[in-house]
């Protein structure tokens, strides 16, 4: 390494570790501070690399990636997630750990010890003080979760610190997203080598974790957001902070997580009566079929029927009888699953069955279905 390239890695470094504080409190990385193969069984969308050091966050807001910086003047990239292209920076200041969007802001949590919200333009907004330093930070556009960068807590408040509280984390919080699918906390570690994705409760109870590509590095560097059902995860290059940014895009879907990750099916209860065709008659003794439906990014052939369970929870009936067939018309094969109706358990007034089961690779698969009853003591 020449002169000039060793001094500019530690300056790099020096200033990492200005604004990482203590490092060394971090457990060590397996093999001391080598880094640690990438996780070669997670399936990713894509990848891209981008000339920012030091990623400490990243949020989305439209099309625009927002990745927060650990090192120089703590300055917040904006990137075109579509052309991966750098369109601009925004002042930050500060020590920032992780971002996330709020409204139409940003919040930042900082190493300092708060939470600060600056608009899109980087003017800031307003702060509050948090009882440690800053981890990874998570919204609903209400509710704030922010994580302890030292110990395994969250805090709490619904109302920029006014009223709060912090309690016990399961996982250690590097970044942070919230699911509005679901109301729960995706979360990666600083942990040199730890690959997971960590799905939690809003009180920090551990749900699942799942594999993914991701590698934070001997200076557990990383961020992570949400768009839809497709996480965008943002960590240094080869775990280098002086090499630049690593913009990791991982389905939700293609996510092999322990225990399995629930992936949403649309079924169709279909009682065979043309004058009521959403109608069911609790007290039947026949059977009721129900379709699982393909689509262009799920095969209800892979669904695992003898797993599949269906009635007022998704829990009661076993199917009788299964076949493969087109049933909506839209050029898919689709899984038409037959079920005795005494088994299924639906009560005279339920709006709505449920279906549960398991792809063949073991993901779990959960789909509901309106219905109406009928045949019922003093209800049509």
Request: glycine share 10%.
């Amino acid at each position: 390494m020449n002169a000039r390239r060793h001094a500019s890695v530690l300056a790099a470094a020096i200033l990492l570790i200005g604004c990482s504080a203590d490092v060394s409190t971090r457990p060590e990385a397996p093999n001391g501070t080598a880094l640690v193969r990438r996780n070669a069984s997670a399936r990713l969308v894509s990848s891209s690399n981008l000339p920012i050091l030091a990623p400490t966050g990243v949020a989305i807001k439209g099309l625009l990636l927002y990745v927060s910086t650990g090192t120089g003047f703590r300055d917040t990239y904006v990137v075109n997630r579509l052309t991966n292209a750098i369109v601009g920076t925004i002042p930050t200041g500060g020590n920032p750990r992780d971002v996330t969007s709020y409204n139409a802001n940003l919040l930042f949590s900082d190493l300092g010890g708060s939470v600060i919200e600056r608009t899109v333009a980087g003017t800031f907004v307003s702060s509050f003080a948090l009882p440690f330093r800053g981890g990874g930070i998570a919204t609903d556009g209400d509710t704030i979760w922010v994580g302890d960068f030292d110990s395994n807590q969250f805090y709490n408040t619904a109302n920029h610190g006014v009223n709060s509280f912090t309690y016990p984390s399961d996982v250690r919080a590097e970044g942070m997203v919230f699911d509005p699918g679901s109301h729960t906390l995706w979360v990666i570690t600083p942990f040199n080598g730890d690959h997971k994705l960590y799905e939690l409760t809003t009180f920090g109870h551990l749900i699942r974790s799942c594999d993914t590509p991701y590698e934070p590095g001997p200076y557990g560097l990383g961020g992570i957001a949400l768009v839809s059902d497709t996480f965008f995860i943002a960590e240094a290059q080869n775990g280098d902070p002086t090499l630049g940014t690593t913009i990791l895009v991982q389905d939700k879907a293609s996510l092999v997580c322990s225990p399995a990750l629930v992936q949403a099916v649309e079924i169709e209860v279909r009682p065979r009566d043309p004058q009521d065709p959403d109608r069911v008659r609790p007290s039947s003794n026949g059977e009721i079929p129900v379709a699982i439906l393909s689509d262009n990014t799920f095969d209800a052939r892979t669904v695992d029927a003898s797993s599949v369970r269906f009635g007022h929870t998704g829990t009661e009936a076993a199917p009788v009888r299964v076949a493969i067939r087109d049933v909506d018309g839209d050029g898919n094969v689709d899984m038409v699953l037959r079920f005795k109706v005494q088994d299924t358990g639906i009560l005279c007034g339920d709006a709505s069955a449920t279906l549960t089961g398991q792809r063949m690779g073991g993901q779990a698969i959960k789909g509901s279905d309106d219905i109406q009853t009928k045949g019922c003591k003093g209800k049509p």
